[in-house]
């Protein structure tokens, strides 16, 4: 299993258009992603395409979360995802 670990760059954290926006690239994606906030173990990640969950995770700026992929070009779907949160959507 793939993983990597990005810090959520939007200020407002991971919550209504950030999340929106991170849900559709995930959905967009061949391969099921997982997110979890760092340290938690990997039973406790959630569907990274789901919005809803993306909002409980509770990811405000600066923390640190870990995607995770199973499946043939895994490090490339990850590493695209990273950059969408590593990315201040609701900058000017």
Request: net charge negative.
């Amino acid at each position: 299993m793939a993983e990597r670990t990005a810090t959520i760059a939007s200020r407002v954290g991971l919550h209504a258009r950030p999340a929106a926006i991170f849900a559709e690239a995930a959905a967009d994606q061949p391969l099921e992603v997982t997110i979890a906030l760092e340290g938690e173990p990997v039973e406790d990640a959630l569907d990274a395409s789901s919005i809803l969950s993306l909002m409980g995770l509770g990811a405000e700026y600066g923390t640190k979360v870990v995607l995770r992929a199973d499946g043939d070009g895994a490090d490339a779907v990850l590493e695209a995802l990273a950059r969408v949160l590593e990315t201040d959507h609701d900058a000017a």
